[in-house]
């Protein structure tokens, strides 16, 4: 686990908003860059220091201790302490091998344009060190200078202005007019979450100076989905019956572009009973309520209606989640039309590879008397939930 507080200090006081749970690191190690060997002339390590951060040793110690700095050269690194997006905007593409922005990500009026224009003018294997505050930071920042009992109607207001209006789409143009863009709230699991969908991944994170600090590679291109999800209504890209792809709509449990981070956590999260992850940091305090109550999933009934789901069925899955089933089951599976209430409520398996059984099961009986199967499958799986109250979660 990095040095970062969990999104929500367990001391600090419950109000308006839980931020989730600690986000972990994929590894320890320094990073060694792809591209170059160690430099004896043109290597950045003393220049970084002198030029840019010896006011900021902290920065220093924890960029040092995960960056073999010595491989990077002076000549094609860039430092800046910008939100201004000119400043990069005509950088040759591949020309830089190291880029670090000092100023906070919070102030950058299009930031996935940014991070975009950051991935094209590094080279492959290239390295992005970004900061940003945290909303668990800015929550702080209010206790500390409002007081515990000050503090919570002014982080409200703050809270709706520079965190909710800019996800509502009737209301965007007003945030942006009140504030140009400048000092949004972003929770930790958004800003990774948009990093990865601008094709970086995570090689180390801090938390430095109330704010935190990412060190990040270019690992492939930006993403081109043109509508991630952001508002409070989301749709899901799954798998539907025959490998087509279907969108299943549901109430947003989870921090803003949480979907684009779902390889990571698999890196680094156990599979918990249920075959879901286990301590999965993307998903809100409110997310929790709302998967309990099972109002999240109320939406699904309009893909029941347009026929891409059945009442009873196997869960619509992510095709990375897809990927992890045998390649019988992945063909087994597109045989069938995906469910609102899947087979696991009925079996209650605990273990992936129990519930990849539960689904063989079902199919198969369902392909052999498809009304039979799925009406016993029915009434076990009401029992299940509306009197063991069975939850997958």
Aim: charged residues 25%; contains cysteine; aromatic residues 16%.
């Amino acid at each position: 686990i990095t040095q970062s507080k969990e999104l929500e200090d367990s001391q600090s006081p419950k109000f308006f908003l839980h931020d989730g749970r600690a986000i972990p690191a994929i590894s320890d190690d320094a990073y060694i860059p792809p591209f170059s060997e160690a430099l004896e002339q043109d290597s950045i390590l003393m220049p970084l220091w002198k030029g840019y951060l010896q006011e900021h040793p902290d920065w220093f110690d924890f960029i040092n201790d995960y960056l073999e700095l010595t491989r990077f050269s002076r000549s094609k690194t860039l430092v800046l302490n910008s939100e201004t997006f000119f400043n990069i905007q005509n950088e040759a593409d591949a020309s830089r091998q190291l880029f670090i922005n000092l100023h906070p990500i919070n102030d950058f009026r299009r930031v996935n344009a940014y991070f975009i224009r950051v991935n094209e003018m590094l080279m492959q294997g290239g390295v992005f060190i970004a900061c940003g505050q945290t909303i668990t930071q800015r929550k702080h920042r209010f206790i500390k200078r409002y007081t515990r009992f000050g503090a919570p109607p002014l982080y409200l207001i703050d809270f709706i202005i520079y965190r909710i209006l800019p996800k509502l789409p009737i209301l965007q143009g007003w945030y942006f007019a009140l504030t140009n863009g400048k000092n949004r709230a972003l929770s930790e699991t958004e800003m990774l979450g948009r990093f990865y969908f601008c094709g970086f991944e995570l090689i180390h994170k801090k938390e430095i100076e109330a704010q935190t600090i990412f060190i990040l590679k270019k690992a492939k291109e930006p993403r081109t989905d043109s509508n991630p999800t952001y508002g409070p209504f989301i749709r899901l890209k799954r798998k539907g019956k025959g490998g087509g792809i279907i969108y299943v709509k549901k109430l947003r449990t989870m921090h803003p572009y949480s979907e684009y981070l779902q390889d990571y956590v698999y890196q680094t999260n156990d599979l918990q009973e249920g075959g879901k992850f286990k301590d999965d940091f993307r998903i809100t305090s409110w997310g929790r309520v709302l998967r309990k109550l099972w109002l999240d999933e109320l939406p699904q009934f309009i893909n029941f209606f347009k026929g891409e789901l059945a009442i009873v069925g196997v869960r619509a899955l992510s095709e990375h989640y897809f990927s992890l089933y045998p390649p019988d089951m992945q063909e087994l599976r597109l045989r069938v039309k995906p469910g609102l209430l899947p087979p696991f409520y009925a079996d209650m398996p605990k273990t992936f590879e129990e519930i990849v059984e539960s689904e063989r099961r079902y199919i198969m009986a369902k392909l052999e008397r498809p009304f039979i199967t799925d009406w016993k499958y029915f009434w076990k799986a009401c029992w299940n939930i509306l009197v063991k109250r069975a939850r997958s979660f």
